[in-house]
C-alpha cells in the first residue's frame, strides 16, 4: 500500500532533535569550527569533481541487485544523482546548523519510503569517502599536511550525517510497521463489517435478510410473551416477478425489486395501525428471497393486518416506472399471528410460506394460516415422497389401457396409457392427486418416463405374443406428455433410448400434450415436437378447445390427432352448442390434415352422431373403461387378431 513521506519536523521531534540537540550531537564528533572553515575553503577546488565522485557512488551501489532493481529506472536514478549533487555541494558548505540536519532527516527517511535499506549506508558512503580521498590528493598535492585535517573533519561530518539519517530511517519504520498494522486492522475491521452486511442484509436492496429478520422476531416474541402481544409475520410474494424476469430482463427485474423494497419501506414507515400507534413499535420489512418480502410488526388484531396490507396494496395500485416503461406488480400475501400460529421464527416463517402458497394457490389477495393447511402441507410432502421411492423402485406402479375406437369400421385402432399406483400404506392412490403433485414437486419427468418405459416393454410382450404384427395388425399407445418434458433439453433422446432398450419403435406411439402445456413456451414446444415427429412418434393435441392456442400454433405443430375434450362431447346428441363446437374442431382439424378423436363417448347416440358430423375416432366407457394389460389382451387383442388371421 503506498505511504506518504513523513513530515521531517514531526520526526525532528519524535527523535528528540531540536537545534540544541543537534549542537550536542556536533560537539559529540568534536567538530570544531576551524574544521568547518577549511571544509568551506575547499568546496570552490573540489566542485569539479562533484560528478565524477557521483558516478563513482552509484557506480558501487549498481553492484549489487538489491540496489540495482530499486534503481533501474533512468528518471530514478537522475532524479537521486541531482539530490545527491546537492548533498555534496552543502557537505562541503562549512554551514552545519539545524537545517542541515533536517535535510540529513529527509534523506533517511526518504531512503526508508523507497526500500533502500541502512546496510548500504556504510558501504556508499566509505566508497564515496574513498574516492574524495583520491580525488583530494590530487588536488592538495602542493600541501600533503592539509589533505589528513580534511579527511579527519569530513569523516566526523559523514558520521553525524549517517547517525541522523539512520535514525530517521529507524523512525519511519516504526512508523511503517504501526501503519502497517493500522491498515491490516482496517482492512479486517473493513471485511468484517462487509461479511456482516453480507449476513445480515439483501446485496440488492440494502433491506434486512433471512437472518436478520429471524434475530429481530425472536426479540419481538420475547416481548409479545412478555407483554401479552400479538404479533403478525407478513410474507409477500411479487407473482409476476418471473414474467417481468422473461420478457424484460433480469437487469429491469432486479430494478423493479429495488423500486419495490424503497415502497414497501414508505409505506410501512410509520406503523400507525387503525390509529393507535401505543399498540405498536414499528416493524422489520426484509427481503427473504429473490421475489419474497416479510413484514414482522406487532398488531393489535388480525383486522389491522388487513389494513397494512390494504394500504401496501394501495401503494402499488401506481405502476413502477423501470427502463422499457411502466410495470404493475401483482402480489400475494401470507399472514401468521404469534403466538397462536408458533412461537419461534422458523416455525412462524414456514407456516406464513403455507399460507403464502395457499393464497396463490386459491388465486385469493391475502391468507391467514391455518393449522388444517399445514396438514394438508405435510399430507403433501409426504405423499410426494412415497411417490418418488414408488418411481425409482418401480413399486406398486401399474399401466391400465383405454381402447381408442375408429368409429367407422368399429375396429380398434389404439390405447390410451394410463399410469394407476397402488401404496403399501396408503392404498390406492387417484391420478387426480399424484398427477398434479408430481408436476407441482418436478417429478412428472420422471412419471412419464416410466410410463413410456413401461408402455414400450408391454408392446414388445404383445408383439412376441402375435397381437401386434407390424403391416398387419397395427395400434399405437398414446402416452401422455407433460408440458414440463418439453422444457427438458434431453427429454427426445431420453425417449429415444428408452425404447430402443425395449426393442420397440417411436413409431409405435403417439405422444399426447394439452395445448394449454404447448403455450407456455410455443416455439421450443414446436422445435422439441417437431424433432419427435422425425423420429417416428405420431403426435395428439389433447383436451382441444379447452385452451388459448391459436392456429398459427395449431399449424405450425403439425400434430396428427386432434382429441376433442368430453367436455364437449357429453350431451352432444341433445345439445346444439356443443354439437356446433365439435363440428367447427372436427373442421378445422381436417383443414390441417389432421384425424380427431373424441373423448369421453358414454353411449351408442354421441357415437352415431360423431360418425355423422365426420369425427375419426372415438374413446369412453361406451367402448370400455381402462383396463389391465391381462384385460386389453383378453377383450381387444385377442379376438383383433382372430379375425386378421382368419
Not at 115 to 122: A, R, V
Not at 208 to 234: K, Y
Not at 510 to 529: H, V
Not at 552 to 581: E, G, H, P, T, W
Amino acid at each position: 500500500m503506498d505511504r506518504a513521506l513523513l513530515p521531517v519536523g514531526d520526526v525532528a521531534a519524535a527523535i528528540g532533535l531540536c537545534n540544541e540537540s543537534f549542537e550536542q550531537r556536533k560537539r559529540f564528533i568534536a567538530l570544531t569550527l576551524d574544521e568547518e572553515r577549511l571544509l568551506q575553503q575547499l568546496q570552490p577546488r573540489m566542485h569539479t569533481y562533484s560528478d565524477q565522485l557521483i558516478e563513482a557512488f552509484y557506480d558501487h551501489l549498481m553492484q549489487f541487485d538489491a540496489v540495482a532493481d530499486l534503481l533501474q529506472h533512468d528518471a530514478t536514478r537522475v532524479r537521486l544523482k541531482d539530490t545527491q549533487r546537492r548533498y555534496f555541494e552543502r557537505l562541503l558548505s562549512g554551514h552545519y546548523d539545524y537545517d542541515y540536519a533536517l535535510d540529513r532527516l529527509a534523506v533517511g527517511i526518504a531512503h526508508e519510503r523507497i526500500g533502500l535499506k541502512p546496510e548500504w549506508y556504510t558501504g556508499a558512503f566509505g566508497s564515496y569517502l574513498h574516492h574524495f580521498s583520491k580525488a583530494l590528493q590530487h588536488e592538495q598535492a602542493d600541501s600533503p599536511a592539509q589533505i589528513s585535517s580534511v579527511l579527519t573533519a569530513l569523516n566526523k561530518l559523514v558520521l553525524l550525517d549517517v547517525t541522523l539519517a539512520l535514525d530517521a530511517y529507524s523512525y519511519a519504520s516504526q512508523c511503517a510497521i504501526v501503519n502497517a498494522r493500522d491498515d491490516v486492522q482496517n482492512l479486517y475491521d473493513e471485511q468484517t463489517r462487509h461479511i456482516q452486511k453480507l449476513a445480515f442484509y439483501d446485496s440488492l436492496t440494502g433491506l434486512p435478510n433471512r437472518n436478520l429478520l429471524g434475530e429481530q422476531v425472536e426479540q419481538m416474541l420475547a416481548i409479545a410473551r412478555r407483554e401479552g402481544r400479538t404479533l403478525s409475520l407478513i410474507y409477500m410474494d411479487i407473482i409476476n416477478l418471473k414474467e417481468i424476469n422473461d420478457t424484460l430482463g433480469h437487469e429491469v427485474g432486479d430494478s423493479l425489486l429495488k423500486a419495490v423494497s424503497l415502497r414497501l419501506q414508505q409505506t410501512t414507515r410509520e406503523m400507525d395501525l387503525l390509529g393507535r400507534p401505543e399498540q405498536t413499535v414499528g416493524g422489520t420489512l426484509a427481503r427473504i428471497t429473490g421475489d419474497e418480502f416479510a413484514l414482522a410488526c406487532f398488531v393489535p388484531d388480525g383486522d389491522a393486518v388487513l389494513s397494512l396490507v390494504a394500504r401496501i396494496n394501495q401503494a402499488f395500485t401506481e405502476p413502477f416506472q423501470v427502463e422499457g416503461g411502466e410495470v404493475t406488480v401483482h402480489q400475494r400475501f401470507g399472514v401468521v399471528l404469534a403466538p397462536h400460529d408458533g412461537d419461534s421464527y422458523e416455525t412462524l416463517l414456514r407456516h406464513a410460506d403455507i399460507a403464502l402458497h395457499q393464497a396463490k394457490a386459491r388465486t385469493d389477495q391475502v391468507c391467514f394460516y391455518d393449522s388444517l393447511l399445514g396438514l394438508k402441507i405435510r399430507e403433501r410432502a409426504y405423499l410426494a415422497r412415497r411417490l418418488e421411492a414408488a418411481l425409482v423402485k418401480g413399486e406398486g406402479l401399474e399401466l391400465r389401457f383405454q381402447p381408442q375406437v375408429c368409429l367407422a369400421t368399429d375396429q380398434l385402432c389404439g390405447a390410451e396409457v394410463l399410469l394407476r399406483w397402488f401404496d403399501a400404506e396408503l392404498g390406492w392412490v387417484s391420478p387426480n392427486q399424484f398427477i398434479p403433485l408430481a408436476e407441482e414437486r418436478g417429478l412428472i419427468y420422471m412419471v412419464t418416463r416410466k410410463v413410456l418405459q413401461m408402455a414400450g416393454h408391454q408392446r414388445r410382450i404383445w408383439q412376441e405374443k402375435g397381437f401386434i404384427v407390424p403391416g398387419r395388425i397395427q395400434i399405437k399407445l398414446a402416452v401422455n406428455v407433460s408440458a414440463r418434458d418439453l422444457d427438458d433439453s434431453r427429454f427426445a433422446n431420453d425417449l429415444l433410448l428408452l425404447l430402443e432398450e425395449e426393442g420397440v419403435s417411436p413409431s409405435d406411439f403417439e405422444l399426447e400434450l394439452t395445448e394449454t402445456g404447448l403455450m407456455r413456451d410455443p416455439e421450443e414446444a414446436i422445435n422439441m415436437l417437431h424433432y419427435l415427429k422425425e423420429k417416428g412418434f405420431a403426435l395428439a393435441i389433447d383436451d382441444f378447445g379447452t385452451g388459448h392456442s391459436s392456429l398459427n400454433y395449431l399449424k405450425d405443430i403439425d400434430a396428427d390427432l386432434l382429441k376433442i375434450d368430453m367436455s364437449f362431447v357429453r350431451n352432444l346428441d341433445c345439445d346444439q352448442a356443443n354439437r356446433a363446437i365439435v363440428q367447427t374442431i372436427i373442421a378445422t382439424a381436417h383443414i390441417f390434415g389432421m384425424k380427431t378423436l373424441a373423448e369421453g363417448i358414454e353411449n351408442k347416440a354421441i357415437v352415431n352422431e360423431l360418425k355423422r358430423i365426420g369425427c375419426d375416432y372415438g374413446q369412453g366407457y361406451c367402448f370400455a373403461h381402462p383396463l389391465t394389460a391381462n384385460e386389453f389382451e383378453q377383450r381387444w387383442l385377442s379376438s383383433q387378431a382372430a379375425d386378421v388371421m382368419a
